[in-house]
């Protein structure tokens, strides 16, 4: 039965697996018989996409991890999230840009505009990785983009239509499988599977969405205390952790 524990994820990656799939990457995979990429988007939390990005590692399995540079959630920029993104790769994975086009109103239908921003994210996010990002995702991309099948110089777009066409693509998005997945592996089917995950959905033990959601945010407020507590002189003498709810 499909749900979003670390045991069901070991269980998806033992079933690529046993029935012929090799895990690769976006740049890797013609090289390889029944290919899969693996690809996780990080929204919402680095430490989360850690957690996924260690434990693939034990397992010996690579994937792509996107990240969004324009986030309302984590800072690339600050000590701990950069620290989290170079322990991401040191893992052996990628880092790729997770590209928002809303963050750009003027470049709306614009996709020449939209290709130079992609450019301008990648060189920021490849400051941070001290190398090449060389892979982008869109976050809840447009039609319009979507439907132009972006052509990067040394950017693997992974919304192109090779990616959608050639490949099976299948989405956790919303902490939902739209298709049957396992019975999609089972069949073979297909014989490449382009495959994304996000982290953020993955526990140890099942939890709603509801649950996920009302943690995350709740446990915010205890981020927040420690980030002032670093940076503010003596916080316990004006409030204790206690009157935080969490």
Same mark, same amino acid.
């Given at each position: 039965?499909?749900? @979003? !524990? @670390?045991?069901?994820?070991? &269980?998806?990656?033992?079933?690529?697996?046993? &029935?012929?799939?090799?895990?690769?990457?976006?740049?890797?995979?013609?090289?390889?018989?029944?290919? $899969?990429?693996?690809?996780?988007?990080?929204?919402?939390?680095?430490?989360?996409?850690?957690?996924?990005?260690?434990?693939?590692?034990?397992?010996?399995?690579?994937?792509?991890?996107?990240?969004?540079? *324009? *986030?309302?959630?984590?800072?690339?920029?600050?000590?701990?999230?950069?620290?989290?993104?170079?322990?991401? %790769?040191?893992?052996?994975?990628?880092?790729?840009?997770?590209?928002?086009?809303?963050?750009?109103? %003027?470049?709306?239908?614009?996709?020449?505009?939209?290709?130079?921003?992609?450019?301008?994210?990648? =060189?920021?996010?490849? &400051?941070?990785?001290?190398?090449? $990002?060389?892979?982008?995702?869109?976050?809840?991309? +447009?039609?319009?983009?979507?439907?132009?099948?972006?052509?990067?110089?040394?950017?693997?777009? +992974?919304? +192109? %239509?090779? /990616? @959608?066409?050639? /490949?099976?693509?299948?989405?956790? +998005?919303?902490?939902?499988?739209?298709?049957?997945?396992?019975?999609?592996?089972? =069949?073979?089917? /297909?014989?490449?599977?382009?495959?994304? !995950?996000?982290?953020?959905?993955?526990?140890?033990?099942?939890?709603?969405?509801?649950?996920?959601?009302?943690?995350?945010?709740?446990?915010?407020?205890?981020?927040?205390?420690?980030?002032?507590?670093?940076? /503010?002189?003596?916080?316990?003498?004006?409030?204790?952790?206690?009157?935080?709810?969490?």
């Amino acid at each position: 039965m499909m749900n @979003f !524990t @670390f045991e069901w994820y070991e &269980y998806l990656l033992e079933l690529l697996s046993e &029935y012929g799939y090799h895990f690769t990457d976006y740049h890797n995979w013609k090289l390889i018989k029944n290919p $899969v990429i693996l690809r996780h988007d990080i929204d919402y939390d680095l430490s989360k996409a850690l957690e996924i990005a260690e434990f693939e590692t034990k397992r010996e399995v690579k994937s792509t991890y996107f990240v969004l540079i *324009s *986030s309302d959630f984590y800072n690339i920029f600050s000590i701990k999230n950069t620290k989290l993104i170079h322990q991401i %790769q040191n893992c052996g994975h990628e880092i790729g840009l997770h590209f928002d086009e809303m963050k750009y109103p %003027q470049a709306i239908g614009n996709i020449e505009k939209i290709r130079e921003e992609i450019i301008k994210e990648t =060189n920021i996010l490849s &400051y941070i990785t001290e190398c090449p $990002v060389t892979t982008v995702s869109m976050h809840r991309p +447009s039609k319009a983009v979507l439907n132009a099948d972006l052509k990067l110089s040394g950017i693997i777009n +992974s919304y +192109s %239509q090779i /990616f @959608f066409h050639e /490949f099976k693509y299948l989405s956790d +998005s919303r902490r939902h499988w739209r298709e049957p997945v396992e019975e999609i592996i089972k =069949n073979k089917k /297909f014989e490449k599977l382009h495959i994304l !995950t996000h982290a953020f959905w993955y526990y140890k033990e099942e939890k709603s969405m509801h649950d996920t959601i009302k943690e995350f945010i709740n446990g915010a407020n205890g981020k927040y205390y420690n980030f002032f507590h670093e940076n /503010f002189t003596d916080l316990e003498s004006i409030m204790k952790l206690e009157e935080i709810l969490v």
